[in-house]
């Protein structure tokens, strides 16, 4: 079944540059990638997702690439503030009934 | 904004003990899901339902069942638990399966000492 690695499990920051988390998956048949982010004792909640009739998406800070050659997946954030430390998640579905997600990629934004 | 709910937030029972934790989302979803989070593993799937008396396994069932009772109520049963279910358990719900937005509930802590 598919798997999905997210390769930092800590990305450390300071306040106004950018991250990157990168996330591999194994199935082809791939085509959602969303991701979620969990800030500190508290829930997930959705950020951002891709699809896989396009390798970008923005919105705002955000950015999602797609590399499906690679099977590679990437969130980019831009002029990072405090507010965005968290825990994201990406995760990969083909299109079935369920979601897989990866281990989690703790973001550390310092001012 | 979808809301899902979950009933205890914070149980703790003894191995071999009794668990039901109760997911109720009042947005008429048609998907609902149980994970479980640890440390190092993201979310593992335990289970999934896409309708009232249906229920599909997720990736991680070994000692969990599942109830999907109404379109808004799902269940998770651990009849004889034990410290490995230890962990903390989120209940989520989507209209139409994976290609959509999943919506979590606050998440339970379970304690199995």
């Known amino acids: 079944g598919e798997k999905v690695e997210q390769h930092e499990s800590t990305l450390s920051v300071r306040e106004g540059d950018s991250a990157v988390i990168n996330c591999t998956y194994t199935?082809?048949?791939?085509?959602?990638f969303p991701w979620y982010k969990q800030e500190a004792g508290k829930s997930l909640h959705f950020v951002i997702d891709?699809?896989?009739?396009?390798d970008r998406k923005q919105s705002q800070r955000l950015t999602v690439l797609l590399d499906k050659k690679a099977k590679r997946f990437s969130l980019h954030i831009t002029a990072t503030q405090p507010e965005d430390s968290a825990i994201y998640f990406c995760?990969?579905?083909?299109?079935?009934?369920?979601?897989?997600f990866g281990s989690g990629t703790r973001l550390l934004v310092s001012p | 904004e979808a809301a899902v709910t979950q009933s205890p937030r914070n149980k703790v029972t003894v191995t071999g003990g009794n668990v039901t934790l109760s997911c109720r989302q009042t947005?008429?979803?048609?998907?609902m899901y149980w994970y479980r989070q640890d440390t190092g593993h993201g979310l593992r799937l335990i289970h999934y339902?896409?309708?009232?008396?249906n229920l599909q396994i997720g990736d991680v069932p070994d000692g969990y069942k599942a109830t999907r009772t109404t379109q808004e109520d799902f269940f998770l049963l651990l009849e004889l638990a034990s410290p490995s279910q230890t962990s903390l358990y989120f209940c989520?719900?989507?209209?139409w399966g994976s290609g959509d937005t999943q919506y979590f509930g606050p998440g339970t802590r379970l304690l199995v000492l």
């Open positions: 989520a719900s989507s209209d």
């Open positions: 199935d082809t048949a791939s085509s959602y």
């Open positions: 891709i699809r896989s009739n396009v």
């Open positions: 995760a990969a579905s083909t299109g079935g009934y369920k979601v897989v």
């Open positions: 947005n008429s979803h048609n998907y």
């Open positions: 339902s896409y309708g009232a008396g």
